[in-house]
């Protein structure tokens, strides 16, 4: 079946804009997970949502960065006023969650990369 | 809080010889494990995870890892290198009270002809 799908593939800036980031998590999977890949500081959590419950944020570096998730599915990340420093691969991943609420593995999407000039 | 460590940022093996790739973790509760690879310009590709049942696991590709409770390490295995498993390893943990993975900081898998 179709795997995670994030769009756009590229996408370059300049400092200052806005820019959004889009998921499409696996059919079915109510958890989804948004990471950031960078040089300097490798895989990094951003934020992680589970069905209606509210957003584990604790890894958005700042309040520049925020997320939704609308309908349970597809999901976009948003960076305001964007910084050199964002420069970095975004990763969206989904999963099944599990009797007892354990969540099962990721499956991660093809990134998108974003470039802040 | 969940961390690991993962040996070696760049390993590089001849083809045909043994796969060795470290990790060792921290973890206050029990961990789930995992490893993944990252072949170029692609995302993150599960090869094998450690959910509490049996400590070798065995992945895709004829990956296998064991988990060593006293040593606290996850170590990736294969016992023979072909070309195309050259890429970045991951490994990374969760745990009940943290569905997020915490991923170390990936060692890329170099294979010699």
């Known amino acids: 079946g179709a795997g995670v799908s994030q769009s756009p593939s590229n996408k370059v800036t300049e400092k200052g804009k806005d820019v959004e980031l889009r998921c499409d998590p696996i059919s079915g999977h109510t958890a989804l997970y948004w990471y950031r890949q960078s040089l300097g500081q490798g895989l990094e959590f951003l934020i992680y949502?589970?069905?209606?419950?509210?957003?584990?944020k604790s890894g958005l570096p700042s309040d520049r960065f925020s997320a939704e998730r609308t309908g349970g599915s597809v999901s976009t990340l948003t960076i305001q006023r964007t910084q050199q420093e964002d420069s970095a691969v975004y990763l969206c991943a989904s999963s099944l969650v599990l009797a007892g609420g354990t969540t099962d593995t990721q499956y991660f999407g093809p990134g998108t990369r974003l470039t802040v000039l | 809080a969940q961390s690991v460590t993962q040996l070696g940022s760049h390993v590089s093996v001849s083809e045909g010889a043994l796969v060795l790739l470290r990790c060792n973790y921290s973890?206050?509760?029990?961990?789930?494990l995992f490893w993944y690879v990252q072949y170029p310009n692609q995302g993150l590709q599960l090869l094998l995870k450690y959910t509490s049942a049996a400590t070798l696991v065995k992945g895709i590709n004829g990956f296998e890892a064991e988990f060593k409770k006293s040593e606290t390490s996850f170590h990736l295995t294969k016992p023979s290198a072909h070309m195309s498993d050259a890429a970045e390893y991951f490994c990374a943990v969760s745990g009940t009270g943290r569905r997020a993975l915490t991923f170390g900081s990936g060692t890329r898998l170099q294979v010699q002809p």
């Open positions: 949502f589970q069905g209606n419950s509210a957003p584990d």
């Open positions: 973890s206050s509760v029990p961990p789930y």
